[in-house]
């Protein structure tokens, strides 16, 4: 089976093409379907060869398939080749799984839009670069799918393409990203200068070999790799491009910015943990940069109306966990989180656009209210899908989020205060627009209301199944009893030379003290708890009191809520500057200093033709007068010399 | 390296003049059948050369179907042609484009279709001539052949308002370099005959002669001067907009594609081989030049206002990324800046065929006039999405090998030009796109705009092979690569090889200069009466 790993990306490839290229009159629903099941293929043959690597031994879980030799040149070799590990294949389950299950909801979602098949063609294009992505073998593969997610980002973001605020997002993602890539291809550069092939396998074992530990090879590298992962998983500083994105139909966002696309960084940074585990300074900036992201994140999150933008700054803010996760070691618990929050951020996204599908696109919080009597599988689901992501037991969220906190303990104080306070900030907010949307009194405007209407079967269902897994997502990683943490225990293997490097390092870790863990657990709880308590009082019992908050502190809520004017702060120093720079080089470099000497040039000659045309007036006796001069001149010259 | 028994090149290059012959004597008035004729021809000179593809070696290095005639015995001047791997797919993409530029201007032009026609089929044979040239003589020849029947591409048949403007400025900037590179043409061939008794202009004899550094300074220099105006390398590349821009629609697809390329050609073909110590002390130089080029040209792209020209800035930025390559000298560079070659030849130049066939809907190519097209033209959407895609180096496409075998040849050796270098993939996505998205997002704002019509089949059948090769390249480059390895590898050693034999040469003359000055001086003398 595993020789037929090809055909995971391949299926959604076929899908593209065949939507591309021939269904221009076929309905709406073959269309979607044929889109929906060659994604559901590769779901199907990922689950088989997940079957067949658990019967292998744990220690020989990783396999490579070469299927050509993709770029040949003097000392570079790169094949397209795919690598099976327990990491990849979470990743490939997560995203054509998840990705099948938007793919359905997408039929009932995008019914009706003229734009229906090239969506679908879109979708399948990018669930083929993803999983190229995660499946790649090698750097410069993984890199072909991480410029595939990124364009096909674009197209979707940009799907209503006459909106110019949807264009103009598309872009903003695209070059935003852009400049993550850059930092990428440097970092691959010097991974070729120092090994010679871009192959993982080889890579990362012969990294303890040919560099030193927390030397200034590795730390370049891995910091140019981390400042990729921030521009594709939006973290500070590259964040700003993702609230913009939520112009794309909401299942887009459920899809590309919130399940799988964003996490590509994550599994990027976890792909290389032997690297950064070398790299002291590099883990540090991750930690470092992923919890300040997701307690920054989280602060902006609470003041946003937009619906869409307060999951958007979560998915931040959730991004900077796995981050935090991984700086501080722990990367089993980060691609945990990755896994538990596609579950709970798809369904969130797709709830929400359920709801919107229901109020004529309406997005704004003020406007809703109370819609939990007429849309009672979104709003349960919605739920479902809030508590998982408030950590509250037992649903998925808690026990990924939870491991993240008592990791991030053991390492630094100050990460745990960072991650608890994203943790009760988000448990917040989330609830926050729970009761916003669900409960309390309608502020549904009177011509939208008699069309509340709950959404057909092919959106709910999908939202059903995505509620059941973020409640039971979670179980396979119970932690304390030991044994019990089966993901964890998958995914060891793969992390486990990077964990080597740590623990070694760290000359006799913190032992897992289980006092210190059950503390740490019910703190987590008390968090989730308090911040669901503290948004009821606010929305459900006195609702007049965020006003209140608001009129009492406006300046820091005006900065908050307009996002700490840093959008605007890179428009004037990026995009204004470099801007005007242009025109002026254009205009004064070109036009005037090069041209100017160009037709100068040209002025010269003729100006000078036009001096010696004096010379050929025809008139004799100017010539006879030259014949005398010149006469004069070579007798004077002869005779003085 | 003796002659084949089926004169490919040959064939190749004068076609396209026998179709110019013809074409003399019908019937100007008899639009269609003139260009049914030069179509023919072209796609006739087309199949032959794909027998170079087929009947080539990949596995060496040397000159393949030589032909070898003498042509002035007593000046040393010979008819020789060769390919080897570094000029076969330019020959390739050359003969691709002849019948797709045919094609492009069926609709296009209504003038003087005749002696637009012969002008075409006319610089077919300069460009392919320059290619497979294996003689200096004749190389100048073909070079000098090309420039006229561009001149009057774009003089006559341009936009009418700047046209004349356009043309002289790129026939001048281009003859300054010419003439200068034909001096050192002279000098060299004078030097060389003298040293050894048998005056040549056999391109390979030459390369076996070692230049003395001081002479390889000043030879160099001009034959810089002629190809790099030809790259156009910054900051020699204000002709290029001003000839992008007022040329017709064909004229700026066999600009861009193809004769940009003799420059960069003439590069790695003449000017390196020939004057390797000189070449390599200019590295960081040049290098510095392209780095320069890239961002600039990004920049200056950026702010345009008009589609053409903007591309034609994107093209002062392709091109420093092949100067970068070809000077790091390594095999990944050099391989690369050929492929970026081909690359821009087919992504620049399809998107020169695209903004074309919108102009000749709407008669202007300032991006503010339009808004919204992809709505009315969905298939040109595509198409143009995909090229522009291309152009900024997207993994899958062919802009992304080019791209990134460069900048990995080029960061073994100057990493920072590199760096700097791959910055402008950040720039390119920003001109490129906020292009696409003024020209073809947003709502049709402009009511001309509304009933646009989409691509017909002879448009589609235009940008389809370069599209067949923009996918091709990127998924497989292979095919390519391949051939071209032996020639890149003798390439650089050769470079080094003789460099190293000049130095030497040099170390003995410099120990033996004490006793020898005296002869030095008369010898010299000798060699100046010939």
Redesign the interface.
């Known amino acids: 089976m595993t020789d037929l790993v090809w055909l995971i990306p391949v299926f959604p490839l076929i899908g593209f093409l065949i939507n591309g290229l021939f269904t221009r009159k076929l309905p709406e629903k073959a269309i979607g379907w044929i889109g929906s099941l060659s994604v559901g293929a590769s779901f199907v043959v990922a689950v088989l060869i997940f079957l067949e690597v658990l019967g292998m031994e744990p220690g020989s879980r990783s396999v490579q398939k070469i299927v ?9 070799s790169v094949p397209i080749g795919f690598l099976i590990d327990p990491l990849s294949l979470v990743m490939m389950l997560v995203v054509s799984g998840v990705g099948f299950i938007i793919h359905v909801y997408s039929i009932g979602y995008m019914h009706g839009e003229t734009g229906f098949r090239r969506y679908f063609a879109y979708l399948n294009l990018f669930v083929f670069n993803m999983l190229i992505l995660v499946s790649a073998n090698n750097f ?1 593969l993984l ?2 799918g991480w ?2 997610v990124g ?1 096909c980002s ?1 197209l979707l973001i ?1 799907y209503y ?2 909106k ?1 605020s949807a ?2 997002a ?2 903003k993602a ?2 935003v990203n ?2 993550g ?2 930092g990428f ?2 970092g691959m ?1 010097l991974i ?2 120092t090994f010679g092939t871009f192959d993982f396998t080889q890579v990362f074992s012969e990294a303890t070999a040919k560099l030193t530990q927390g030397g200034l090879m590795v730390t370049g590298i891995t910091l140019l790799l981390f400042l990729g992962a921030t521009g594709k998983s939006a973290q500070i500083p590259l964040y700003t491009w993702l609230p913009d994105a939520m112009e794309g139909p909401t299942p887009v966002s459920a899809l590309i910015h919130a399940a799988t696309m964003v996490t590509a960084g994550v599994y990027m940074v976890a792909r290389c943990s032997v690297l950064f585990a070398m790299a002291p300074v590099s883990m540090t900036t991750v930690a470092v940069i992923g919890g300040a992201t997701a307690f920054y994140a989280a602060t902006i999150g609470m003041t946003q109306f937009d619906i869409k933008r307060v999951l958007a700054y979560s998915t931040i803010s959730q991004l900077g966990y796995m981050f935090m996760a991984c700086g501080v070691g722990a990367f089993a618990s980060g691609i945990f989180h990755l896994m538990t929050h596609a579950f709970f951020k798809a369904l969130l996204f797709m709830a929400a656009g359920s709801v919107m599908h229901a109020m004529a696109g309406e997005l704004d919080m003020r406007k809703m209210g109370n819609l939990r009597h007429k849309l009672p599988q979104t709003h349960w689901t919605y739920l479902f899908g809030t508590l998982a992501i408030a950590g509250i037991f037992p649903f998925a969220g808690f026990f990924s989020k939870d491991e993240i906190l008592f990791y991030s303990f053991e390492r630094h104080m100050g990460f745990w205060i960072l991650g608890a306070l994203a943790a009760i900030m988000t448990s917040y907010y989330m609830f926050r627009s729970v009761f916003m949307t669900f409960y309390g009194k309608s502020r549904v405007e009177a011509d939208v209301a008699h069309h509340l209407h709950e959404s057909p079967p092919i959106m709910t269902v999908p939202l059903m199944i995505l509620a059941g897994l973020s409640l039971v997502g979670g179980l396979v990683g119970i932690p304390i009893i030991q044994g019990w943490h089966v993901f964890g225990d998958f995914l060891s293997p793969v992390f486990a030379p990077a964990t080597a490097i740590l623990t070694s390092n760290a000359h006799g870790a913190a032992h897992h003290s289980l006092a210190l863990e059950l503390i740490l657990m019910g703190m987590s709880l008390a968090i989730a708890v308090g911040g669901l308590l503290f948004a009821r009082y606010m929305y459900i019992v006195d609702p007049a009191a965020p006003d209140r908050v608001i009129s009492r502190i406006p300046e820091i809520h005006q900065l908050v809520y307009n996002k700490y004017w840093v959008d605007q702060l890179y428009d004037i120093l990026f995009v204004n500057s ?2 005007k ?3 002026f ?2 205009k004064a470099f ?1 036009d005037a200093v ?2 100017g000497i ?1 037709n100068g040039l ?1 002025r010269l000659t003729r100006g000078f033709g036009g001096v010696l045309r004096q010379l050929q007036s025809g008139l004799v006796k100017d010539y006879a007068l030259s014949i005398m001069v010149g006469v004069v001149v070579i007798i004077g010259y002869l005779v003085l010399r | 390296m003796e002659n084949v028994s089926f004169p490919y090149l040959s064939y190749v290059t004068f076609i396209p003049s026998v179709a110019a012959l013809i074409l003399l004597f019908l019937n100007r008035k008899s639009h269609e059948l003139l260009r049914w004729v030069a179509l023919i021809f072209m796609l006739a000179d087309f199949v032959v050369s794909l027998g170079l593809y087929f009947n080539f070696d990949s596995s060496t290095a040397a000159m393949q179907m030589v032909e070898d005639h003498t042509w002035v015995r007593d000046w040393g001047i010979s008819y020789k042609l060769g390919v080897d791997g570094i000029s076969l797919f330019l020959v390739l993409l050359t003969t691709m484009l002849g019948p797709i530029v045919i094609l492009a201007s069926w609709k296009d032009i209504k003038v003087r279709v005749k002696e637009f026609l012969i002008c075409l089929l006319v610089l077919q044979t300069g460009m392919i001539g320059v290619f497979v040239s294996l003689d200096l003589f004749l190389f100048y020849v073909f070079w000098e052949i090309m420039l006229i029947p561009m001149y009057l591409l774009i003089g006559v048949w341009g936009n009418p308002a700047r046209r004349l403007y356009a043309a002289i400025k790129f026939v001048l900037y281009t003859i300054v370099g010419s003439l200068l590179m034909l001096v050192a043409i002279l000098a060299l061939y004078f030097m060389a005959g003298a040293a050894s008794d048998s005056y040549t202009f056999d391109l390979l004899k030459l390369y076996e002669f070692p230049v003395p550094i001081y002479a390889q300074f000043w030879m160099f220099l001009a034959f810089f001067l002629a190809f790099a105006i030809k790259v156009p390398m910054f900051p020699f590349h204000t002709w290029l907009p001003d000839a992008h821009t007022e040329a017709p629609t064909v004229g700026s697809v066999v600009l861009a594609a193809v004769l940009l390329k003799m420059g960069t050609y003439g590069f790695i073909r003449f000017a390196i081989p020939l004057f390797p110590n000189a070449a390599m002390d200019a590295a960081w130089w040049v290098c510095l030049l392209a780095v320069i080029g890239i961002i600039y040209g990004a920049w200056v792209a950026m702010v345009q206002t008009d589609v053409k020209r903007l591309v034609a800035f994107s093209s002062v930025s392709h091109l420093g990324f092949v100067m970068l390559g070809m000077f790091a000298f390594t095999v990944q560079g050099v391989q690369g800046s050929i492929i970026q070659m081909i690359n821009h030849g087919l992504s620049t130049g399809a998107l020169f065929l695209i903004v074309g066939m919108i102009y000749e809907r709407r008669h202007t190519r300032l991006i503010e006039d339009f808004g919204g097209i992809s709505k009315v033209m969905p298939l040109f959407a595509v198409l143009f999405m995909v090229f522009t895609l291309s152009s900024i180096g997207l993994p899958g496409l062919n802009g992304f090998v080019g791209e990134f075998l460069i900048l990995l040849g080029a960061f073994k050796v100057y990493p920072w030009y590199a760096v700097i270098a791959a910055s402008g993939v950040i720039f390119a996505a920003v001109y490129m796109l906020w292009m696409f998205q003024r020209v073809m997002f947003g709502e049709v704002t402009n009511p001309k705009n509304k009933g646009l019509k989409d691509l017909g089949a002879r448009e589609v059948l235009v940008l389809a092979p370069i599209l067949v090769f923009c996918v091709w390249i990127g998924v497989y480059p292979n095919t390519f690569l391949k051939p071209m390895e032996p020639s890149v590898k003798n390439f650089i050693q050769m470079v080094e090889k003789k460099r190293a034999a000049v130095l030497d040469l040099e170390k003995e003359k410099k120990q033996s200069s004490g006793e020898t000055a005296g002869m030095k001086l008369t010898s010299s003398g000798r060699h100046t009466e010939r």
């Open positions: 050509y030799t993709w770029i040949l040149s003097g000392d570079l410069l890199f072909v410029e595939g364009l674009y940009g393409y006459e110019k264009a103009d598309g872009k695209f070059v852009r400049v890539d850059f291809l440097v550069f070729f200068i470099i801007v720079f242009s025109r080089l254009w070109d090069v041209d160009v040209a």
